[in-house]
């Protein structure tokens, strides 16, 4: 299984980021697949944004809950992450990955005006 996130690399203050995981060499809705989304700022450590099920039961970090939504297209095999109202203290490395399994290279993220 591949992973392959794509999306913008720079987004406005305040302005909605969406990054989108490709996956290949499997479907993702497999079961027990659990597709996450991970980021991490620079020089600082990993942070758990969020993740679905091979079902599509979403689960959220608590202190992001508020503004971010994971979706998926089976059709695509596809799974995105839709984060509101973007600050400057989310420019971070973003990476999708299965849990227990293969990680995506990540995408670079800057929130700025």
């Known amino acids: 299984v591949r992973l392959q996130e794509s999306g913008p690399g720079l987004v406005k203050p305040s302005q909605t980021l969406s990054l989108t995981c490709t996956v290949s060499?499997?479907?993702?809705?497999?079961?027990?697949?659990?597709w996450t989304w991970i980021r991490q700022p620079l020089g600082k450590g990993l942070e758990w944004i969020g993740g679905?099920?091979?079902?599509?039961?979403?689960r959220y970090s608590p202190s992001l809950k508020s503004r971010t939504a994971i979706s998926r297209d089976a059709s695509k095999n596809q799974f995105t992450l839709q984060m509101n109202f973007v600050t400057p203290e989310g420019t971070a490395r973003y990476y999708c990955?299965?849990?227990?399994?293969?990680w995506g290279q990540g995408t670079q993220v800057t929130i700025s005006s």
């Open positions: 990955a299965e849990r227990g399994g293969p």
């Open positions: 060499g499997g479907s993702i809705t497999t079961r027990y697949y659990y």
């Open positions: 679905i099920t091979w079902s599509g039961d979403t």
